[in-house]
């Protein structure tokens, strides 16, 4: 015979239940321990039942156990990657995920792979980088701290009249100078796009999409780093 099947809770302030078909879904309200009962009809006077008890437990948010210091960087300053586990802890020991956010990307933005947060320059200014820690169970923390970018003297780049046109670029991007240097030419993320050296290097950014990108110039322990826009 075909079965039909019906559920109840009987306390619908832990859990609520609902059949559809063959599928029962159990659906969370709060805190306590419901006993669900489950029936199977034949249609023909015969019924089965099944119990069983659900308790729901309180869960416990993650902390914040060591608060990340505000940092004050400069202009060009390599990515900075930080460890998100020593920041958080959670005492039910779930497993917990990350989320960043920057406030001001025209000066920093945020990235997070696992528990590895890495902040990446783009101007100067103060953004605040305010970082999530989720385990899943409606528990969440967050902490918040600033970073400050301020100029850097960059003497090397007046020494040897570096040139960088046209900026914006819908094409190529000339950068020249009095003597040799390297180039490197990132997105946002750090991912390299070009790399060159000489005293007049070309670089084509024809097949990139609209958007900021970094180039940095290095000549011996010297670095300057500029923003180019590429825009159609």
């Known amino acids: 015979d075909d079965l039909t099947y019906t559920a109840t809770s009987n306390d619908k302030d832990v859990v609520i239940v609902n059949v559809i078909n063959n599928d029962l879904t159990i659906t969370y309200v709060g805190i306590g321990t419901s006993t669900i009962t489950v029936t199977a009809d034949d249609s023909d006077g015969g019924t089965i039942k099944d119990m069983f008890t659900m308790t729901v437990t309180s869960n416990t948010a993650p902390t914040v156990t060591n608060e990340i210091a505000d940092r004050a960087e400069t202009a060009g300053f390599d990515p ?5 586990a020593n920041v958080f802890t959670d005492a039910d020991s779930d497993e917990l995920t990350y989320t960043a956010t920057s406030s001001a990307t025209d000066v920093v933005t945020v990235t997070v792979s696992d528990n ?15 970082v999530t820690a989720d385990d ?20 090397f780049a007046e020494e040897i009249d570096l040139e960088i046109f046209p900026n914006p670029a819908t094409g190529f991007v000339q950068v020249r100078s009095s003597g040799e240097v390297h180039a490197t030419l990132t997105d946002l993320n750090g991912r390299m ?3 060159g050296s000489g005293d007049e290097i070309t670089l084509d950014m024809r097949s990139l999409p609209n958007g900021i ?5 290095s000549k011996s ?3 300057v780093r500029r923003k180019i826009i590429k825009s159609d």
């Open 80 to 84: 900075i990657t930080l460890d998100l």
């Open 116 to 130: 590895d947060l890495t902040i990446t320059y783009v101007g100067t200014g103060i953004s605040t980088i305010t």
């Open 136 to 155: 899943g169970k409606r528990g969440s923390a967050a902490d918040a701290f600033d970073v400050k970018v301020t100029s850097k003297p960059l003497g």
């Open 193 to 195: 796009i070009h790399t």
């Open 213 to 217: 990108y970094l180039l940095t110039v």
């Open 221 to 223: 322990v010297e670095r």
